[in-house]
């Protein structure tokens, strides 16, 4: 669709011209793992002479599976493997809405019995400090805001938090994963500091919805203090392994989908290195847009025709782009760019479009 020209264009040392992935084998893959999922869970889970499980203890687990992340990427080959041992041994993890776990936590670390005595007798808890005899429990910084991008001073909001001993927890849903850049980490500087940070893979990095992590600091058991319903009927204590891996009594919801192997999976066919490509070639493509964006005749970075051009470009097929207002100010098009299959012929052609469209306005 988009014309491809010849000149190759380098950003912040990233080629930006064409996809990176081959699509072609990218679907052969998902074919073939469709057929082994089909083969080792649908039919062996209906066939009486399969055993119902293959069992094995946590540490042993952590010897049989390869959980090792390593800067490159496996072969298709392999990683058809590893699906397969997983597959076989029938690995359960999960992911939730981490924001609110955390907050859960904070407010629990506050205050203990609040399970017993519910929010009655209690002082108003607030998130932010606050004059006034209300109680400051949690700050919530943003790595990655929705709509700008935006990134936390952290270190300095952890200062702060340290020295009146509040919770800090960082959602870096979004901009969580330009920690796997070594050149924009520096963006989510302290960090280290949090008590709690919420991360979607699900977003930059391309996992299958949904797929968020919520990592927590603490090793006192907070989660399962918290979280714990003591329900004798569901998580029994006196099972023959370590159940200090059983996720189910540590969260609020039991039965979940494996949320995580999404994102093991892509990190293994990846690797470490792959997965940085990934953000370097993200925000570069967005560097190359703004710059291209600032040499052109009649665009501003803010325009109040975007819902009018958005109609005609839905209408006419071409392009899907987001728009809306951002304190006080008028819609604007937000175009997020995290798509390996993106390039910089498509940074063009969004230009070219929003021009077209626009012009008679
Ligand atoms: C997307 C996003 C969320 C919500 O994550 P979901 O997985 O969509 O529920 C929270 N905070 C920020 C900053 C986000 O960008």
Redesign the pocket.
């Known amino acids: 669709m988009v014309p491809t020209k010849k000149s190759a264009v380098l950003v912040d040392g990233v080629i930006l011209n064409g996809p990176t992935t081959d699509a072609k084998a990218g679907e052969k893959f998902v074919e073939e793992a469709c057929r082994l999922i089909m083969e080792e869970v649908v039919l062996k889970a209906t066939d009486v002479n399969e055993k119902v499980c293959e069992w094995q203890p946590p540490e042993q687990l952590k010897q049989l599976l390869d959980l090792e992340m390593r800067d490159t990427g496996e072969p298709h080959h392999r990683l058809l493997e590893l699906c397969r041992d997983v597959i076989h041994y029938s690995v359960k993890t999960s992911g939730s809405?981490s924001?609110m776990y955390a907050m859960n936590l904070a407010r629990y670390k506050y205050c203990p019995d609040i399970k017993e005595r519910g929010l009655s007798g209690m002082p108003r808890l607030i998130l932010f400090t606050s004059a006034e005899g209300a109680a400051p429990f949690l700050v919530c910084a943003?790595s990655?805001?929705?709509v700008l991008g935006a990134f936390d001073p952290l270190d300095e909001i952890a200062d702060v938090c340290e020295r009146h001993g509040l919770w800090l927890h960082v959602?870096a849903?979004?901009g969580g994963s330009a920690l796997m850049s070594r050149k924009h980490r520096r963006l989510l500087q302290g960090i280290r500091r949090a008590d709690s940070v919420?991360w979607?893979p699900?977003?930059m990095l391309m996992a299958g919805i949904?797929c968020?992590a919520l990592l927590v600091k603490d090793k006192s058991g907070l989660l399962k203090k918290c979280y714990s319903a003591k329900a004798s009927y569901l998580f029994q204590q006196d099972k023959f392994y370590d159940v200090s891996y059983d996720t189910g009594d540590k969260s609020i919801q039991c039965s979940r989908r494996a949320d995580a192997f999404k994102f093991w999976m892509t990190w293994k066919a990846l690797g470490t290195l792959g997965l940085e490509e990934r953000v370097n070639r993200a925000l570069a493509l967005s560097r190359y847009l703004v710059e291209e964006l600032k040499k052109r005749e009649g665009f501003k970075l803010l325009m109040e025709v975007a819902p009018a051009i958005k109609e005609r470009m839905m209408k006419k097929g071409s392009l899907m782009l987001g728009y809306q207002p951002h304190r006080g100010k008028v819609n604007f098009f937000r175009q997020v760019v995290i798509s390996p299959q993106v390039s910089r012929e498509d940074m063009d052609f969004l230009l070219d479009e929003i021009d077209l469209l626009g012009r008679d306005m």
């Open positions: 809405v924001n943003t990655g805001t929705t959602d849903s979004w919420a979607n699900h977003k949904q968020c």
